[in-house]
Each structure stands twice: as structure tokens, then as C-alpha cells.
């Protein structure tokens, strides 16, 4: 099993920039797509950012195009998710996930039909107007 542990949120204002990371430990980190999700407050969980096991394909939220990258490093085990000009909107707790062997970052941006093999427990991004 892959234990994922996010780092990097907090409080920001809006138009502001925002690093995050998760660190992923146990399993084979590079064989895995990752991605990125997210939580807001009274809302269902939604698919932010995917990116592929080599790192070469990624996919967005529509609401997140332009604004927010995703990238990985496969030698430190650890997936980003680069948030520029945040909006008040972006307010959530923010999830990383492994997804299953064989799948695709694709796959991984069909969420909640995707089938997800690890999360981890979440960092929280505010964002103030």
C-alpha cells in the first residue's frame, strides 16, 4: 500500500500563488499515475489535476486550466500542484491520490469513476477576497 502525505496549504489571498506537495512512500511511486482532488466545504470531492506514471500527460478541471500545474519528480517520490492566481473559489481541503496500476492520468480525470488506489489525508487552502 502507498502511504501519501500532502504539505503546503494555508491561507492566502486571492491572486496569490500556492505550492503543493505530497510525498508518497511504499509502493513503486513512478509505476503510478497521480493526481490531484479536492473537497470545498458542503461539496463532493472533484478531480483537480492528473498526471501520467513518466510525467509527460496531464489533464485539468476546466476551473483550473491556465491557473494551476501539476508535476512530479519519480526520484524524490513526490507529485506538485503549482496554483497561480487563486480565487476565493479554489477554497478546499486539497487531496493527492495514487491511481491504479496500469491506469492513466485519463482515467484518473474521470473522477468519481476512476479507480483510486491510495489517498492522502489532505492539506486545507483558503483563499480570502
Known amino acids: 500500500q502507498m502511504q501519501l502525505v500532502e504539505s503546503g496549504g494555508g491561507l492566502v489571498q486571492a491572486g496569490d500563488s500556492l505550492r503543493l506537495s505530497c510525498a508518497a512512500s511504499g509502493r513503486t511511486f513512478s509505476a503510478y499515475p497521480m493526481g490531484w482532488f479536492r473537497q470545498a466545504p458542503g461539496q463532493e470531492r472533484e478531480f483537480v489535476a492528473s498526471?501520467?506514471?513518466?510525467?509527460?500527460?496531464?489533464f485539468y478541471a476546466d476551473s483550473v486550466k491556465g491557473r494551476f500545474t501539476t508535476s512530479r519528480d519519480n526520484a524524490k517520490r513526490t507529485v506538485y500542484l503549482h496554483m497561480n492566481n487563486l480565487k476565493p473559489e479554489d477554497t478546499a481541503v486539497y487531496y493527492c491520490a495514487a491511481g491504479s496500476l496500469g491506469s492513466t492520468a485519463q482515467a484518473m480525470s474521470a473522477y468519481p469513476r476512476a479507480t483510486l488506489n491510495a489517498w492522502g489525508q489532505g492539506t486545507l487552502v483558503t483563499v480570502s477576497s
Open positions: 498526471i501520467s506514471w513518466p510525467g509527460g500527460t496531464t
